[in-house]
T-cell receptor, first 116, second 112 residues
């Protein structure tokens, strides 16, 4: 148990579906992230929220839409995805401030997404 | 730009063998350095970290020393177990931001 909970753990969706991934952190952190992990590729940072404000969007297609209603919750809304979007989506959080580079990033267990 | 280079996997060893997974990085600042581990079917979790030069991080029998002169942070373990089979990620964290630079990871397979 890392303090970061992701649901659902597994999701299969069609290309015309709309679904959402949910992340909740119980660590009192003020920054949250979405990463995409595909086979044999480095982790790809998708979005960063710092104090609920989006501070990073790494050229992610608009079919991925993040939402951060408060510092503990993060959503990733999915719409008209493509098969190549099938991957493990990881949520993470950390505490920004002080000497941020020394702060540990805590990950959830991920949501396995399959687009058919 | 800033980057990290890890050994390509998979690395296959027998139980009780010695392990070294090499990691080197390029960065303009003085990053903190992390090793994360991902067990099958799970997310990433912190294995160990070091925040300044010559620091040694250690956990679960694994060690890594922050070598500023060679910009390296090699992961070592004296005697690996089957349960150490996982993917290991080296990740520098730059002072200029709180995001990690990720390598592709090194898959480790330990055979009984």
């Amino acid at each position: 148990e890392t303090g970061v909970t992701q649901t659902p753990r597994h999701l299969v969706m069609g290309m015309t579906n709309k679904k959402s991934l949910k992340c909740e952190q119980h660590l009192g952190h003020n920054a949250m992230y979405w990463y995409k992990q595909s086979a044999k590729k480095p982790l790809e940072l998708m979005f960063v929220y710092n104090f609920k404000e989006q501070t990073e969007n790494n050229s992610v297609p608009s079919r991925f839409s993040p939402e951060c209603p408060n510092s503990s919750h993060l959503f990733l809304h999915l719409h008209t995805l493509q098969p190549e979007d099938s991957a493990l989506y990881l949520c993470a959080s950390t505490q920004v401030g002080g000497r941020p580079s020394g702060n540990t990033i805590y990950f959830g267990e991920g949501s396995w997404l399959t687009v058919v | 730009g800033d980057s990290v280079t890890q050994m390509e996997g998979p690395v296959t060893l027998s139980e009780e063998a010695c392990l070294t997974i090499n990691c080197t990085y390029t960065a303009t600042g003085y990053p903190s350095l992390f090793w994360y581990v991902q067990y099958p079917g799970e997310g990433l979790q912190l294995l160990l970290k070091a925040t300044k030069a010559d620091d040694k991080g250690s956990n679960k029998g694994f060690e890594a020393t922050y070598r500023k002169e060679t910009t390296s942070f090699h992961l070592e373990k004296g005697s690996v177990q089957v349960s150490d089979s996982a993917v290991y990620f080296c990740a520098p964290n730059l002072d200029s931001n709180y995001q990690l630079i990720w390598g592709a990871g090194t898959k480790l397979i330990i055979k009984p």
